[in-house]
């Protein structure tokens, strides 16, 4: 029954959508064809509206394998090969088109959705719906563009505008400002308890994102001439996530099981919305899957990613210490390192003693993982999906932890945060994950300092970028974090992996007392039933020490991030149709 209700939404979506063209021939035409709506019976009554303010979340929000699949360019994981951008090889010709096609769908349902027959409140909440994914489709123009041109309405063929410039970035950011403040005072306050409805709380979710990005884009890429507009950005940020929070409406995901309770966020058939504010919803009775198992546990489909060991070294231990204290910690073997840390860690990697449904022990696979830390974050735990598309786990795609983390680091970088904060932020989400002392520090850890981020003196400061770096891992926050940081160089760094005590030397990773992987330089004639055996050829694969060491991968190849690529380069085919599209500088 939900199947037919579905296909019948989509293809009155997609009669709807089909107006755009009737419409933008209109002028032409005296009379109006009988086989179609009509635009006065499209936008006649609320449904309408609410159908076709649906066609946005279809065509514009990412599903699954757009979340779980957006970490590959990082500092903190280890991909099969290095992404385009950072091997120097992205060219102009490589960018893509614009496309705004999902731009005119909006502007044209705002053009037309004011029927006075329909309630103010009616037309004011989805007027906010429509404002909310204009926000959302210039907000993400702009992070890959800077300057980009601003349309708030459809162009005729001959409509000047088709060939202005591109419109400075904060005429077009204070728009996507007005539009996503226009979302949240307009749309239903009304919790959607299926996590796949705009409403207030997701636009406010939106605009403290939108605001931190902003507002810390500004702070640290002085080049812009923004710097001095970047606290307005954070204050707003603050605002809407505090606002969010005091309202009471989301709660982190706790049952009392920190060993489960983060994973389970991430693969339960139904949004765990206590917590998940909007998700891509998968599940068996819509007969509609994904294949993050098949893409994380196989060796050919994927990017066989996996975590690096010096973001994994971030994983504090369970008593609120950061592991990097430990003597000799950057020595200690696999099965060694796992233990004891903050629950996530064997939450988004194989660890400790993870087994698959049917209880075999699974031990991280060197025949898919690089680094040895093999993501589980995502994957179901019964091994038929290894090689199949049948997820049916929903994935979150904005969740409520994100929301206080938002509002953590726009106080911290307002220079207002408090142990208050930190008590509701920081603190909830590591106890959260088990850990027993979650103080706030009153001093800078210097692994951090010294790994990531040297400029970074503000003990929360810090740790609040810990924090999203873990809590946050693999969702695809991570490269739009380094860019408004302007901390592009950390994707420069090495891909580095566990560390191996000796070449030709079985290695028992789970601690189960038999061994899982060696290290050679040639695969033995005789094998251990149960190992695998991973080839290093010294080039594109190596131990830092040469017969120890810590796993280097893809070293050969070298990596770069000048301040170019903070912004794409825009394709020069567009540029053609349009001179007075100027490219991004450096390219």
Partial sequence: MKNNKLMKIKNIILLLLSLLAFGSCKKYLDVKPLDKLTVEQAFSNESNLQLYTNSFSVAMLPDGPG?????????????????????????????????????????YFLEHYNNPAISQAARNNYAGVAKFFRAYFYFNLVKQYGDVPWYNHTLAVDDPGLYKPRDPRAMVMDSVLADINYACNYITNAKDNSSTQITKWVALALKSRICLFEGTYRKYHTETGLSSTANTWLQNSQDAANQLITSGQYKLQTTGAPEKDYRSVFI???????????????NNALKRWHNATYWFDSATLGARLGLSKSFVNTYLNIDGTPFTSIPGYDTLQFKDETKNRDLRLQQTIRAGKYARSDGSLAPPDFNVTYSGYHILKFSLDDKYYDTRTENYNSIPIIRYAEVLLNYAEAKAELGTFTAGDWSITVAALRTRAGITNAAMPTTVDPYMQTTFFPDVSNPALMEIRRERGIELAVEGFRYDDLKRWKAGKLLERPYDGLYVPAKDTPLDLNDDGKPDVAFVDKIPATKIAGVVYF??????????????GNLIWLSNIPKSYPDRDYL???APNEIILNPNLKQNPGW
């Fill in 67 to 107: 979340i779980y699949e957006a970490d590959v360019m990082t500092d903190i994981t280890v991909p099969n090969i290095v992404p385009t951008l950072i091997s120097g090889k992205l060219s102009p010709q490589d960018a893509g088109v614009w496309n705004f096609t999902n731009l005119r769908n909006i502007n």
């Fill in 268 to 282: 339960s058939e139904n949004p765990q919305t206590s917590e998940v504010i909007l998700a891509a919803v998968y």
């Fill in 535 to 548: 080839l290093l050829d010294n080039n594109t694969s190596k131990l830092s020490q040469g017969t120890k």
């Fill in 568 to 570: 794409n380069p825009i």
